[in-house]
């Protein structure tokens, strides 16, 4: 048998056609691997850089939930209330327990007072829900 | 007198000269061609000239019995041999190449691979020519593996699948591998512009030690976890590899690349050329054999240039075609043959050192090539 049909009755192309997939697919998978490969050996050169980093970003999360924010002129005396009003509460305070006793005393503008301290970091989360002066 | 005339005539009778007849001749004259090339026109002399003394070893008439031919079972040849029929040898040869390989242009653009695994397709069309001559599959298939124009990988699957085969099917592949310079440039020429031949390639990035050290393991596990059949040959030279780029074994890595490759490739060139006696080589089968080779060749190397244009339809960064021909895992010369072809139309482009990414990657794929077929033909005792 000869020819064509001598590939045909051998299965000569399902095996030429398996077989070069096979050896593409192969050099394909290791080319591919090998170019993703000194990016790979270089983050993990690196990896103190970015644990350090990634450290860097949670503290910074935790102390400023807000960014810097000088408090107006006009709200020093305002502050000064405020404070007086959490020294009769505990420490760290609910900062909805002193905006109703603000309002229970009739300060004027609470609301705006109460966030313009904590834009300013006079007043700055304990992370647990409560707050205190930032001394 | 009597008695001194019968000794004589007996004795002349054993002699060479009365046992010999015309193949005998014609493959000495082969014999002494080959260590002609290997000396004189120094074309792979490491190859050639054992092989051709070796086929002058092979083609003494000896008288059978007395175990000096290598095929009979007791004689010092066949115990040489046994390396070779038993795919000892060239595992062996694949650690040396592996500790002399730098892989380094290969890992510092892996697109070129892909043109090692282009050019491999010589070894599958001719398998289909082989299957349409009338030989049987895994005749075909160890036909077909000259077509990765890689000498041990070609002796091994050989001596797996076809080991009366292994005389004319050596010869032709390490005839074609030094023949590389003489066959590839005209089918490089015809199927590429000049201005594709002048393409410059980018110069590559650095590759780091760390990347040398790795790749052998990554490349040994990927490779031999698809195609286990090529454990033999692709677990030696990614060993060897390893034994090369990590440092601290140099010593033997020197072993690998110098004393056993050298050792081993004395034997077994030896032993494949002294296989190819007069009366087992000369036959119609060899000859189709040496033609299917010729065509192994020329098909690996056309596949790869032109996978290399395909390449090029898609890419922003165009890569010279011409390093679709080191493809053919003939390592160097075929890189060598890629410089020579580019420097012919500009002397200043120097793409030696690209071509051997393809090159290396060729002997890769040559090799998983190997391994499927076996897997496909062998049959599990």
Redesign the interface.
């Known amino acids: 048998?000869?020819?064509?049909e001598?590939?045909a009755f051998?299965n000569?192309?399902a095996?030429?056609a398996?077989?070069?997939s096979?050896?593409?697919?192969?050099?394909?998978?290791?080319?591919?691997?090998?170019?993703q490969?000194?990016k790979v050996?270089k983050l993990w050169d690196e990896r103190g850089i970015y644990y350090e980093r990634l450290k860097n970003m949670g503290q910074k999360e935790e102390t400023t939930a807000m960014p810097d924010f000088p408090l107006p002129q006009n709200m020093e005396e305002s502050a000064r209330q405020f404070k007086l009003l959490t020294e009769r509460m505990e420490d760290p305070f609910s900062l909805p327990e002193l905006l109703k006793l603000s309002e229970k005393c009739g300060l004027s503008h609470p609301h705006s007072t109460m966030n313009a301290l904590l834009r300013s970091k006079r007043i700055v989360p304990d992370g647990k829900g409560y707050f205190h002066w930032n001394e | 007198m009597e008695n001194v005339t019968e000794l004589l005539l007996k004795f002349i009778s054993n002699t060479g000269f009365a046992m010999a007849d015309y193949r005998y001749v014609i493959m000495i004259l082969i014999g002494m061609i080959f260590i002609y090339l290997g000396i004189a026109k120094q074309y792979e002399p490491l190859l050639l000239i054992p092989i051709g003394f070796g086929i002058l070893m092979g083609n003494v008439p000896v008288f059978k019995g007395l175990g000096l031919s290598i095929y009979e079972n007791n004689s010092v040849l066949h115990y040489l041999y046994f390396g070779v029929t038993a795919g000892i040898y060239p595992p062996l040869i694949f650690l040396g190449i592996g500790a002399m390989t730098d892989f380094s242009t290969?890992?510092a653009r892996?697109?070129l691979?892909?043109l090692?695994?282009?050019a491999?397709?010589g070894?599958?069309?001719t398998?289909?020519g082989a299957?349409?001559?009338?030989f049987a599959?895994n005749e075909?298939a160890s036909i077909g593996i000259i077509g990765g124009a890689d000498g041990p990988t070609a002796i091994f699957l050989t001596a797996k699948l076809a080991p009366n085969l292994i005389g004319p099917i050596a010869i032709a592949a390490y005839s074609y591998m030094a023949l590389v310079p003489v066959i590839q440039p005209p089918i490089m020429k015809l199927l590429t512009s000049r201005e594709e031949r002048l393409i410059r390639m980018e110069e590559p990035?650095e590759?780091?030690k760390?990347?040398k050290i790795?790749?052998p393991i990554?490349?040994f596990l990927?490779?031999c976890y698809?195609?286990p059949a090529a454990l033999p040959l692709l677990g030696m030279l990614f060993f060897g590899n390893l034994l090369k780029e990590c440092v601290v074994a140099e010593r033997l890595a020197v072993s690998a690349r110098t004393a056993i490759i050298d050792s081993v490739t004395i034997l077994l060139g030896m032993t494949v050329g002294a296989s190819t006696q007069g009366d087992v080589f000369l036959t119609p089968q060899s000859v189709s054999i040496f033609v299917l080779g010729a065509l192994a060749f020329g098909v690996a190397t056309a596949s790869g240039v032109i996978f290399a244009k395909i390449m090029n339809l898609f890419l922003k960064e165009k890569i010279n075609p011409l390093l679709g021909a080191a493809g053919v895992s003939a390592v160097p010369d075929s890189a060598r043959v890629v410089q020579h072809v580019g420097q012919h139309e500009d002397p200043t482009n120097f793409l030696l050192m690209h071509a051997m990414g393809p090159n290396v990657?060729g002997v890769?794929?040559s090799a998983?090539?190997a391994g499927?077929?076996w897997s496909?033909m062998a049959v599990p005792k």
């Open positions: 048998m000869k020819g064509l001598a590939i051998h000569g192309w095996i030429s398996v077989g070069i096979i050896v593409f697919t192969g050099l394909t998978l290791l080319a591919l691997i090998i170019s490969l000194h050996l | 290969m890992l892996p697109l691979m892909l090692g695994a282009a491999q397709m070894i599958f069309l398998f289909l299957l349409a001559l009338g599959p075909a990035r590759v780091s760390k990347e790795i790749f990554i490349g990927l490779c698809l195609a990657s890769i794929g998983i090539g499927i077929l496909f």
